[in-house]
C-alpha cells in the first residue's frame, strides 16, 4: 500500500515565479493536510481539504497562496510570485478520517 | 506563541539504553496528542498516539505518557538503537473543533552513541 506521494521532491524557482506542490494521499484517505517547515523547526499547519472542499485554511497565508483537492487527481498547493521567505519544506498529509496523519516525505522549495 | 514545546533540544543515549523524550503543550483543550519521528530529508513518521482519556500507552518499544494535570507528554523508547537516532516530535490536536490541524512542537534530536 503505498504512502503519501508528493512531487516534485525539490524544487527551484526564482523570485516571482510560480511554483506547484503536488500530493497524492493514501488510497482511501479522502483528508489532505499542509504543513510547512523552516529548518530546525517544527512543522506548522497551513491548510487541511477534503476533496473538493477546503475546511480550514487558517494557516494558509492570506496572499500568492492557495490550495485545492480535486474530484480527481492530486492535492495542489500553489505558490503564486514567490520569494525568498518561501523557501521550506512542505509536506503533505492524509487520514482516512480524522487521525492520524500520515505523511509524505515533502517538497524542499528553494528560491533564487 | 507555541502551544506545544520541548524541554531540550538535543538528546544523546548510549545504545542499549532507555530514552525519555519530553514535550509540554499549554492548551488545556488539546485531547489527541501524537509522537512523530523524522529523520534527515524525510517526513515525519507516526510513533505513537494517545487521547486524553488515557495516561499511558505502548507500542513496540515505546510508551508514551501522558499527565493531562501539569499538561505534560512524554516518550519512552526502551533499548535505543542507532536506528532510532532521528527528530522526535510531539504534535497536539483539539478534535471536535471542526479541524484536524496538529501543532507541532520544535523537536527534540536523539542521537544514538554505539
Known amino acids: 500500500n503505498a504512502g503519501v506521494m508528493q512531487n516534485p521532491r525539490h524544487l527551484v524557482r526564482r523570485r516571482g515565479q510560480e511554483a506547484r506542490l503536488r500530493c497524492s494521499p493514501m488510497k482511501g484517505h479522502s483528508h489532505v493536510y499542509w504543513y510547512r517547515q523552516l529548518p530546525e523547526e517544527g512543522l506548522k499547519f497551513m491548510v487541511y481539504?477534503?476533496?473538493?472542499?477546503?475546511?480550514?485554511e487558517s494557516g494558509m497565508p492570506k496572499e500568492r497562496f492557495s490550495a485545492e483537492f480535486p474530484k480527481e487527481g492530486p492535492s495542489i498547493l500553489r505558490i503564486q510570485q514567490v520569494v525568498r521567505g518561501d523557501s521550506a519544506a512542505y509536506f503533505c498529509a492524509s487520514s482516512p478520517s480524522d487521525q492520524p496523519q500520515h505523511f509524505g516525505d515533502g517538497t524542499r522549495l528553494s528560491i533564487l | 506563541g507555541e502551544s506545544v514545546g520541548l524541554h531540550l533540544p538535543t538528546l544523546s543515549v548510549q545504545e542499549g539504553d532507555n530514552s525519555i523524550i519530553n514535550c509540554a503543550y499549554s492548551?488545556?483543550?488539546?485531547?489527541?496528542f501524537i509522537w512523530y519521528k523524522q529523520e534527515s530529508g524525510k517526513g515525519p513518521q507516526f510513533i505513537i498516539d494517545i487521547r486524553s482519556n488515557m495516561d499511558k500507552r505502548q507500542g513496540q518499544r515505546v510508551t508514551v505518557l501522558l499527565n493531562k494535570t501539569v499538561k505534560h507528554l512524554s516518550l519512552q523508547i526502551a533499548a535505543t538503537q542507532p536506528g532510532d537516532s532521528a527528530v522526535y516530535f510531539c504534535?497536539?490536536?483539539?478534535?471536535?473543533?471542526?479541524?484536524?490541524?496538529?501543532?507541532f512542537g520544535k523537536g527534540t534530536k536523539l542521537s544514538v552513541i554505539p
Open positions: 504534535a497536539e490536536m483539539v478534535s471536535g473543533a471542526g479541524s484536524y490541524q496538529l501543532t
Open positions: 492548551n488545556s483543550a488539546s485531547d489527541y
Open positions: 481539504l477534503q476533496k473538493e472542499n477546503i475546511i480550514d
